[in-house]
């Protein structure tokens, strides 16, 4: 008699089953884009430090639901081999996902980077999750994040409205072009008295 039936996910055209080797790019690989049918390219990554994938499954899958065609680096993705990504494959977004609290510390340090690669440095790039080991009190490291370079930062608890108002706003890259995208945003946000990008505490 077969046991009970292995959980599932669908990518792209294909259902995998649900077990370590389904999160696409873990243990060094880098995995293909999956379709998502608007045209524009998402990469979806952790950061060095960090082993956790089930945040990086979620965000995958509510990104190609938007649409996006998402790059999965997976977990523990060292600071080179997302600036190679991001090099590579210029992405119209890219979302940084950490929750074993080293995120404020690890974004700081790859966003600095990213941001002084002229090639690099106007990709809308968001950072959310545990960002810290201080609970509702890791809403402490947002202004750092934005002033670092990060164009929103998503606490844990915040829910995912304002990010994914964000991600559908952003048109396709040509060029430089993904900073008017920002003015959009900030328009519309200082229009609600919202500051840029910083997003903490529950939405409704
Ligand atoms: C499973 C798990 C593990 C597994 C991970 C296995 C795997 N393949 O992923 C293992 C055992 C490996 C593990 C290890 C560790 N873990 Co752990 N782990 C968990 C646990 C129980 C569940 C995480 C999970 O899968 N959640 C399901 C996903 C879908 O949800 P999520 O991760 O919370 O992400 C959601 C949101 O945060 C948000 N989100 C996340 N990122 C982003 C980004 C954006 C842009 C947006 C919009 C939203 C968003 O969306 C997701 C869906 O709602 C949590 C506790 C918990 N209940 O959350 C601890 C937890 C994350 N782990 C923790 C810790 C401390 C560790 C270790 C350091 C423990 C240790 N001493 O070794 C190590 C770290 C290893 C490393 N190098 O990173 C802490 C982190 C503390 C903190 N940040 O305050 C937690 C919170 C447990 C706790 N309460 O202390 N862990």
Same mark, same amino acid.
């Given at each position: 008699?077969?046991?009970?039936?292995? +959980?599932? #996910?669908? !990518?792209?055209? %294909?259902?995998? /089953?649900?077990?370590a080797?389904?999160v696409p790019g873990r243990n060094?690989r880098? %995995?293909? @884009? #999956? /379709?998502?049918? *608007?045209?524009?390219? !998402?990469?979806?990554?952790?950061? %060095?430090?960090?082993?956790?994938t089930?945040?990086?499954?979620?965000?995958?899958? $509510?990104?190609?639901?938007?649409?996006?065609?998402?790059?999965?680096?997976g977990p523990?993705?060292?600071?080179?081999?997302?600036?190679?990504?991001?090099?590579?494959?210029? +992405?119209?977004?890219?979302?940084?996902?950490?929750? *074993?609290?080293?995120?404020?510390?690890?974004?700081? =340090?790859?966003? =600095?980077?990213?941001?002084? =690669?002229?090639?690099?440095?106007?990709? +809308?790039?968001?950072?959310?999750?545990?960002?810290?080991?201080?609970?509702?009190? *890791? %809403?402490?490291?947002?202004?750092?994040?934005?002033?670092?370079? $990060?164009?929103? !930062?998503?606490?844990?608890?915040?829910?995912?409205? @304002? $990010?994914?108002? $964000?991600?559908?706003?952003?048109? =396709?890259?040509?060029?430089?072009?993904?900073?008017?995208?920002?003015? !959009?945003?900030? @328009?519309?946000?200082? @229009?609600?008295?919202?500051?840029?990008?910083?997003?903490?505490?529950?939405? /409704?």
């Amino acid at each position: 008699m077969s046991g009970p039936a292995e +959980p599932a #996910v669908r !990518v792209g055209d %294909a259902v995998v /089953p649900v077990t370590a080797d389904a999160v696409p790019g873990r243990n060094g690989r880098t %995995a293909d @884009a #999956v /379709p998502g049918g *608007n045209g524009r390219t !998402v990469i979806v990554t952790s950061l %060095a430090s960090d082993a956790h994938t089930w945040n990086l499954v979620f965000l995958q899958l $509510f990104l190609e639901e938007l649409g996006y065609d998402v790059v999965n680096l997976g977990p523990c993705v060292p600071d080179e081999l997302l600036l190679e990504e991001c090099g590579a494959r210029r +992405p119209d977004l890219v979302v940084i996902s950490s929750v *074993n609290g080293h995120g404020h510390q690890e974004g700081l =340090r790859v966003i =600095r980077e990213l941001r002084s =690669r002229e090639p690099l440095a106007d990709i +809308p790039v968001v950072i959310g999750g545990k960002l810290g080991v201080a609970g509702a009190g *890791n %809403a402490r490291y947002v202004e750092e994040l934005l002033a670092a370079g $990060f164009d929103m !930062v998503v606490e844990d608890g915040a829910g995912t409205r @304002a $990010f994914r108002s $964000f991600a559908e706003s952003l048109p =396709r890259r040509v060029g430089a072009s993904a900073r008017g995208a920002q003015e !959009v945003l900030g @328009a519309q946000g200082s @229009a609600q008295g919202t500051p840029q990008g910083a997003v903490q505490g529950a939405l /409704p």
